[in-house]
């Protein structure tokens, strides 16, 4: 199929890109020149010159396309991640962007349209396994991702498809991962909420695999992470992989400073794949030890 990914020199665009030339198919990306360019080339995609914000750039863009994937998001680094105006920029990419990407779709007949989301959207499931099913309760963070999801969702019809992928925490060859595993071997503070509460990591390879598995999807909403793991045991994990000992969490006075917009990475979400494994066979490939020993070695 013919493929059009906004987003796709980002961590996980990168990776999906890598994954969809590899199953065959015939990939184009947004590229704005230069050494971003330079990458896609090599990765076998073609680079793309549009506008995310420009209607008119995006429906030249996607014309002659079967699906557009859209992965665009302008997460800040996690020093300025409490700070709510870092967020701003990333707030107008899943709201307006993605409404943007899923009209110049349906106007130039796109059949496909696939969608990156966020399992932080779920309320607090304690030891429960959150499904599809669970109530969502976004805040100043996440609420863009509820946005996107509804924009894209709204793009399906009787001939059109299109899939909302809720990934948990990715982890792997990206900034935050060795941030986090810098800070890890310095022995300062990493993790938020319970210890005793769950995390749902997912390894970037493995999600740029459930990119390549949407495209047989039947349209809805999927949630897409690895196995699940408590707190305590991917503090261990870090450790491990940071050759330290056990990461450390944050203090709840700490945690209040932080500001809300920190809650939903405090909520407890041990997240169930299996609506997206029976209708695609995808499952995470990747263990979290051999996941973080690749960032470490």
């Known amino acids: 199929m013919r493929v059009f990914v906004a987003g796709a020199t980002g961590v996980l665009g990168t990776s999906a890109v890598r994954a969809l030339v590899a199953s065959g198919h015939k990939v184009s990306g947004i590229a704005r020149g230069g050494p971003k360019s330079e990458a896609l080339a090599a990765a076998g995609a073609g680079p793309v010159q549009a506008d995310l914000f420009d209607p ?7 014309a002659g396309h079967d699906v557009v994937v859209n992965l665009a998001t302008r997460i800040p680094p996690p020093t300025k991640a409490a700070r709510a105006g870092a967020w701003r920029e990333n707030d107008r990419v899943r709201e307006l962007a993605s409404r943007n990407l899923a009209e110049a ?27 599809e099913g669970r109530a969502v309760r976004p805040n100043a963070f996440s609420a863009s991702s509820i946005t996107a999801t509804d924009n894209a969702m709204g793009f399906a019809d009787a001939y059109r ?15 935050v991962t060795r941030w986090t595993l810098e800070r890890v071997r310095k022995g300062k503070p990493v993790l938020l909420g319970s210890p005793d509460g769950y995390i749902s990591p997912i390894a970037v390879p493995d999600a740029g695999a459930a ?23 991917w503090a261990a994990e870090l450790g491990r992989a940071a050759g330290a000992g056990d990461a450390r969490f944050y203090s709840p006075l700490a ?30 490939k990747t263990s979290v030890a051999d996941g973080l020993a690749a960032v470490s070695g």
Request: charged share 20%; aromatic share 12%.
């Open 56 to 62: 008119a750039s995006l429906r030249q863009a996607v």
């Open 255 to 284: 945690m209040k400073l932080l500001g809300r917009r920190v809650e939903p990475f405090t909520r407890s979400q041990r997240i169930c794949s299996d609506a997206f494994y029976n209708a695609t066979g995808w499952r995470a």
């Open 161 to 175: 498809f299109a899939v909302a992928l809720r990934f948990g925490l990715f982890y792997g060859e990206d900034p």
């Open 211 to 233: 990119v390549v598995a949407a495209l047989a999807a039947p349209s809805g909403v999927y949630n897409v992470s690895g196995a699940p793991l408590t707190r305590a045991e």
């Open 105 to 131: 779709a349906a106007a130039e007949g796109v059949l496909r349209l696939v969608q990156e989301a966020v399992s932080f959207v779920y309320e607090d499931g304690g030891a429960e396994w959150i499904t």
